[in-house]
């Protein structure tokens, strides 16, 4: 993998980052409003559930 792809990724991730709150910014606040209600661990978990899809993506996309 080159330093390209690796800026392309990242790049990627910002736009995808971007879209919902512009395409809902009213539903992007309602969500950002309920994850304040949850507890460390629950945020912690689904950081976990993400990071496992993410790698098992990569692993899976590179085979």
């Known amino acids: 993998m080159s330093g390209d792809t690796l800026w392309v990724a990242l790049a990627l991730v910002l736009v995808l980052e971007g879209l919902f709150p512009f395409a809902s910014p009213r539903g992007w606040r ?34």
């Open 30 to 63: 309602k969500l950002f409003e309920q994850l304040l209600q949850l507890q460390d661990g629950q945020i912690r978990f689904y950081g976990l559930c993400s990071i496992v899809v993410g790698l098992v993506s990569i692993w899976w996309m590179l085979s």
